[in-house]
């Protein structure tokens, strides 16, 4: 068995042919950067948002959860300091005449794509967030990340909810900017989804969580511009050699790190680089990516931002609320710091768990090895043969399992056809009603990844299914 070594378009034709993604509005020939997610597609984006936030928000006692609006008012963008800074220089390139992207401190330094050098006298500024109109002569900003949705609401959050600093605020959802250049099918859209969250603590506050015990590719600022490659090391130690300065960074690039190892990605193809000087964002005072090695490259997953108390405070001038909080002990107020923002996109997640997953398998079968909380189906359920008898046993096996998971029955071709059907989705266990299912009530549940068979009664199978996805128990162990 091998892990295919699928280009970017490959994956995107692969995630079409099987009904995870396609362009919107494929039949017009499509619109750049915007995409629909189908009946598989739609499933696992949304298996693996509830994952990320069973993980950052549900199981943590620290951090809460909000919802914000899309459309947004314009005043917070000017507060942020999007309205001022966050463009992207316009290039186009000398040789293949395509529109390019470059940071302002790149221009002239970096060349396009295809090896051409980019026209430095169609250099443009570019303002990345969309403006759309509300009403009849009022605009908005569609937002162009959702943290400022949760330092907006910052101290209804922590009032409300009766929090103590160090506490996080989360959320999930959609993004826009007007990319120049979109590509690499889900890497770079105008439209995609975040897993935000922005950690507050007391100014000073030491991160009371252990540091993750996790080995991984560590490249600092240092290697970067003495062009040394990166070195693996524990986070720990990375913290302990103060490579990475503040102990709550490496605390959460490990939480990072601990969730794509939750759903079984392999860490070996991931690396975390510290942005160096001239990079960082303008709110932002260190800040260390998570990086995955795409066919395409090292690029970015996940930005972990020290914003300070940037936001706090430029929101509290502009908008004149005060956004203090009330310290029981020293009986002072103060802005809190948020000393991480762990900032995920989905789309970028979702080609991590497509790739980590994808691999080929005898006479080049496709085998996409999702874990089961990311799969979108969980179960196939089939007769073994086309009669009424074990028809009517595995449809009323379906309906029973389909109230509580997402499951499919198939009595379409040969049994083999239909594995082979389910394995290339990802589905990790089928369900064979056979002879023997009409004499003692039991049946076969087929594993994906080894193809192994166990039988098991039908009144424990959801409940064996439920703990197979959950983790709760192994394959081998039924
Ligand atoms: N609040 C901080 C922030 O938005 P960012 O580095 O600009 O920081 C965070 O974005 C994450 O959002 C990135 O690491 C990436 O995963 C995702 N992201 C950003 N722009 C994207 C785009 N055009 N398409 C897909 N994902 C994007």
């Known amino acids: 068995m091998t892990n295919a070594n699928l280009t970017i378009d490959e994956m995107a034709t692969f995630c079409k042919r099987k009904g995870f993604i396609t362009k919107t509005g494929e039949i017009y020939g499509g619109f750049a950067g915007f995409w629909d997610y189908l009946f598989l597609g739609s499933e696992l984006k949304s298996n693996l948002k509830k994952s990320w936030w069973d993980f950052h928000v549900r199981h943590r006692a620290d951090v809460e959860g909000i919802d914000g609006a899309i459309i947004t008012h314009p005043e917070v963008w000017k507060a942020s300091g999007h309205v001022d800074n966050f463009s992207d220089v316009f290039v186009t390139c000398k040789k293949c005449k395509k529109p390019g992207k470059v940071d302002k401190n790149e221009l002239g330094k970096v060349n396009c794509n295809c090896g051409g050098e980019y026209d430095v006298q169609t250099a443009k500024d570019f303002e990345l967030m969309f403006k759309t109109n509300i009403g009849e002569d009022g605009f908005g900003y569609l937002r162009p990340e959702t943290a400022q949705m949760i330092f907006t609401n910052f101290k209804a959050v922590f009032e409300g909810a009766r929090m103590k600093l160090p506490c996080g605020i989360a959320q999930i959802g959609k993004s826009f900017r007007n990319e120049i250049a979109p590509r690499n099918f889900l890497f770079r859209c105008r439209e995609f989804e975040q897993m935000e969250m922005e950690y507050f603590i007391k100014p000073g506050q030491k991160c009371p969580h252990e540091i993750p015990d ?8 240092k290697d970067q511009k003495t062009n040394e490659g990166p070195k693996k090391m524990s986070l720990k130690e990375a913290h302990k050699n103060k490579i990475i300065k503040k102990d709550w960074h490496a605390y959460w690039l490990g939480q990072g790190l601990l969730w794509f ?6 860490l070996d193809n991931f690396r975390i680089r510290q942005h160096y000087k001239e990079e960082l964002a303008h709110y932002s005072t260190d800040t260390w990516d998570i990086e995955y090695n795409f066919p395409f490259g ?11 108390d940037y936001d706090l405070k430029q929101h ?3 908008s004149k609320e005060n956004l203090k909080v009330f310290d029981e002990e020293t009986k002072e107020k103060f802005l809190p710091h948020v000393v991480c923002e762990p900032s995920f996109g989905v789309e970028r997640a979702l080609l991590v768990f497509l790739y980590e997953a994808y691999s080929v398998g005898e006479k080049g079968k496709i085998i996409l090895k999702l874990n089961p909380k990311l799969a979108p189906i969980k179960a196939a359920i089939f007769p073994i043969v086309k009669k009424p008898e074990f ?8 309906k029973k399992l389909k109230k509580k998971f997402n ?6 071709g040969s049994v083999g056809r239909r594995y082979a059907r389910n394995d290339e989705i990802g589905t990790p266990f089928c369900i064979t009603i056979d ?3 009409l004499n003692n009530k039991t049946v076969t549940i087929r594993d994906r990844n080894t193809t192994e068979q166990k039988r098991v009664k039908i009144e424990a199978l959801r409940y064996i299914l439920e703990d197979l996805i959950d983790g709760e128990i192994k394959f081998e162990d039924l």
């Open 214 to 221: 996790i080995e991984v590719l560590v490249y600092s600022e």
């Open 261 to 266: 190892q939750s759903l079984g990605a392999k």
């Open 298 to 308: 090292w690029k970015e997953l996940q930005g972990i931002a020290d914003r300070e």
């Open 316 to 318: 509290e001038k502009f």
């Open 391 to 398: 028809e009517n046993i595995a449809e009323e096996i379906f």
């Open 407 to 412: 499951v499919i029955y198939d009595k379409s």
């Open 435 to 437: 002879d023997e299912t």
